[in-house]
């Protein structure tokens, strides 16, 4: 059963579920016939995807600081977890250098937090411990990380990435040997785009609020490229790694990088015609750059050959269909004035049977 049945009935805990990722996975959890308890804070947008996809219904949803240890502990050892999705954190650059204590201790001492939980668990869990593809140390070079190069980040989110990288990696070799119940796998993912995000600054969520009160889309790098890969394929990525782990005990202790194949790459002009492709009434404009109060690293791209080759993972969209997923959520949400759970659920079904026909063994049930 080497595939996304093994979640059935399964216990399951996500980090972070009422967040954008982590609020799809619960999603697809659920559909899955997980038992889910989902450990986090409130939504940090309003609206949140979690929200207006009715997550919580379902779920142990429970309101929890990571930061907090005893707490944290009781929670997981009680539960009895089969798998660990751990994806709390502080999550955006920006943030971090307005707030890098809170970010340090939310993406180190909170990991470190988890990871102690482990130490006293009885039954036997797989972990996939989500990090960032900025936990690389970026020397601004068009290259494609692999999972052996070196880690680094200058500003202070990507450093707490790279750190807690280092942290796992010490546990698993201290406290989690081959013959441990626990087995840990870190996974490293760049930026994602998809139905429900509402951060601000992001070039989704940004055309998406203007073109819904017909305005023009505001757009300061319209030549820059990114590795763009829908959240589902990320996602997807994450529960894959989870199967695998499972059956193969070689894997604990490995990270994994899941990105889109990089032979193409789009513009963010080109996702923003995609995507107006799938909207009425689109326009844009380009405003000039403002001077940027902090640094953030250029493009960073990943090589994902590691999971092609050891958990038979890769992206499955077309960039049209990618964007057409995107722009549809959206649609759904403010042309047809209805909430988005439905939508969430048949997204999901769409991608995992695309991705079972494209030939992922995992997503075959
Ligand atoms: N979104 C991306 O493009 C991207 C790219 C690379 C890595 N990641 C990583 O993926 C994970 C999820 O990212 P996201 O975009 O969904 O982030 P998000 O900001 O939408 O969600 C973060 C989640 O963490 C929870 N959280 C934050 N601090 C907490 C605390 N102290 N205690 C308990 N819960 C806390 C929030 O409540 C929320 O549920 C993060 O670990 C992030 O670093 C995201």
């Known amino acids: 059963m080497k595939n996304l049945k093994v979640f059935k009935n399964s216990r399951v805990i996500v980090t972070g579920h009422t967040g954008f990722k982590g609020s799809w996975l619960t999603a697809w959890l659920k559909q899955l016939g997980a038992n889910v308890m989902g450990i986090s804070l409130d939504p940090h947008t309003y609206p949140s995807h979690f929200q207006v996809s009715k997550i919580n219904k379902g779920i142990k949803d429970i309101r929890l600081d990571i930061r907090d240890r005893k707490k944290l502990e009781k929670k997981i050892v009680s539960f009895k977890p089969n798998f660990i999705f751990h994806l709390a954190a502080q999550a955006l650059v920006g943030s971090s250098y307005k707030n890098p204590q809170l970010t340090w201790q939310t993406n180190v001492f909170g990991t470190l937090n988890v990871l102690e939980s482990l130490r006293k668990l009885k039954n036997e869990c797989n972990v996939v411990i989500i990090t960032s593809d900025k936990c690389y140390f970026n020397k601004e070079v068009h290259y494609g990380y692999k999972e052996t190069d070196v880690l680094g980040g200058k500003d202070p989110y990507s450093g707490s990435k790279a750190s807690a990288e280092l942290l796992i990696k010490s546990y698993v070799s201290s406290f989690f040997d081959s013959k441990s119940k626990i087995r840990i796998a870190t996974a490293r993912a760049g930026n994602v785009i998809g139905g429900g995000d509402w951060s601000e600054n992001r070039i989704v969520p940004d055309c998406i609020r203007s073109w819904s009160k017909n305005k023009k889309a505001k757009l300061r790098n319209p030549n820059s490229t990114r590795p763009w890969q829908h959240v589902l394929e990320a996602v ?8 695998n782990l499972k ?3 070689n894997l604990h202790g490995e990270s994994f990088n899941f990105g889109p194949n990089l032979s193409k ?3 963010v002009l080109d996702l923003v015609k995609t995507m107006g492709n799938h909207w009425k009434n689109v326009s844009w404009k380009k405003v000039t750059k ?12 990943l090589n994902c050959k590691k999971a092609n080759t050891l958990i038979k993972w890769k ?7 990618l964007m057409s997923m995107v722009a549809d959520w959206y649609k759904y949400y403010y042309l047809n004035k209805k909430y988005g759970s439905e939508t969430t659920s048949k997204q999901i079904k769409k991608y995992q049977n695309l991705a079972a026909k494209r030939g992922m063994s995992w997503a075959k049930i």
Do not use: V, W
Not at 236 to 243: E, F, H, K, S
Not at 290 to 301: A, C, D, I, V
């Open 290 to 301: 403002s001077k940027k109060k902090y640094f953030e690293s250029g493009l960073l791209r």
């Open 247 to 249: 059956f193969n005990k």
């Open 236 to 243: 997807g990525g994450y529960l894959c790694l989870a199967i």
């Open 265 to 267: 790459e789009y513009s």
């Open 315 to 321: 992206t499955i969209l077309k960039f049209d269909e």
